[in-house]
């Protein structure tokens, strides 16, 4: 009889032997066959209530992030909504957990899943708002929507302001990040998102990446692209979500792009700021350090002077395939990434949650506050 299950939006599991509650052997999927990456896991555990269970991931420690396992908590769920976190070890190689359910059903994930049927219910959202429109900039490889929700509307001296997140589809945390953001922009009693409104026109793309979200990628799109290593050689053929967001960007211009990203290893949020842009200019530097200033007031999560890897762009790609660095050089524009914890904030940790939805959606909304710092200078 089976007892684990992973064929639903975004799960993603390896069953080697599931016939023992006390002993059950699991791997973790890579992207793409023989490559190491990979890093996400969801599936569900059904009638296991009541019993001790112990699960090793097998093969944890193959990962090209395996680092990110170093202190690694399980995240679990009884209902897909409320996510706690459960102690695991790691040994360099497997990575192992124990847990007794209290509930039949337990889902267990990497991070918390951002669905497809949430992002369904964001898109409706923003398209019923009279500040909002929704449309679809093209398909995926798979034939997916490549969703666009445009809020306010473009007039003199407006500035362009683009978001995007999840461009690596494993990093669910940034989706509930987009979703708060423009929840606050669409809130027509939120005087700060008004006074936004008045000054700038938002384009935010909520998943870059909706095929790889579906197949519970951590990294690629259904081609095996990286797509934040493919700004500046994309094609319609091969990475068409990146391609379709820069030809409107093009139409629009771009003021301001700030992009969303999770990161396995570091317990709190921190930048990476673009790097090898030839263009990059005084003013960019000065309207970008005010922008963290602000950030730092809106969200005292954020930390961003701690020493952190050089993640500038992968060998054998240009300094400009990744999307801050590419819009910074063709726009002359502000870009900025914010990577997000997978783990916890080790400044303000949250022994049951760790790093939440919830926290997630602070972010994204307080982030709206520092760009209001800086947004008439753009």
């Not at 093009?250 to 842009?277: A, K, L, M």
């Not at 050089?310 to 914010?338: K, Q, R």
């Amino acid at each position: 009889m089976s007892k684990i299950s992973s064929n639903f939006d975004s799960g993603r599991i390896k069953v080697i032997d599931e016939s023992d509650w006390a002993a059950m052997r699991l791997a973790i999927l890579p992207d793409r066959e023989g490559s190491d990456e990979f890093m996400g896991f969801y599936f569900a555990a059904t009638g296991a209530k009541g019993r001790d269970c112990h699960y090793t991931l097998e093969d944890a420690g193959k990962s090209r992030w395996s680092r990110g396992f170093k202190d690694y908590r399980i995240v679990a769920s009884y209902d897909r909504k409320d996510w706690f976190r459960i102690p695991a070890t790691f040994d360099g190689s497997s990575l192992k957990w124990s847990h007794r359910p209290e509930q039949d059903r337990v889902s267990y994930a990497y991070h918390a899943p951002y669905t497809e049927t949430e992002r369904f219910s964001l898109i409706e959202r923003c398209a019923a708002s009279p500040l909002a429109k929704v449309e679809s900039l093209g398909k995926t490889l798979e034939g997916r929507s490549i969703d666009l929700v445009t809020v306010g509307k473009p007039g003199p001296g407006k500035k362009s302001c683009w978001v995007l997140a999840r461009q690596h589809p494993g990093e669910s945390m940034t989706e509930f990040a987009a979703e708060a953001l423009l929840d606050r922009l669409i809130d027509a009693a939120d005087p700060l998102s008004q006074s936004l409104l008045e000054r700038a026109v938002f384009y935010v793309v909520p998943n870059m990446n909706p095929d790889g979200s579906i197949k519970g990628f951590h990294r690629y799109n259904a081609g095996y692209v990286d797509l934040n290593r493919s700004w500046s050689t994309t094609t319609v053929e091969e990475s068409p979500e990146t391609w379709f967001v820069r030809e409107r960007m093009r139409q629009t211009g771009v003021h301001f792009c700030y992009d969303i990203h999770g990161d396995e290893s570091n317990h709190h949020p921190w930048p990476v700021r673009p790097v090898g842009v030839p263009s990059w200019s005084n003013k960019q530097a000065t309207l970008l350090k005010r922008f963290e200033d602000a950030l730092l007031v809106a969200s005292p999560n954020y930390t961003p002077d701690l020493p952190k890897p050089n993640y500038d762009h992968a060998p054998g790609t240009d300094p400009l395939a990744m999307a801050i660095s590419w819009t910074a050089e063709t726009f002359g524009c502000v870009s900025f990434i914010i990577e997000l914890p997978f783990l916890d904030d080790i400044f303000h940790p949250d022994e049951r949650n760790g790093w939440s939805p919830r926290r997630s959606r602070l972010f994204g909304a307080a982030s709206l506050e520092a760009l209001a710092a800086v947004v008439d200078d753009l």
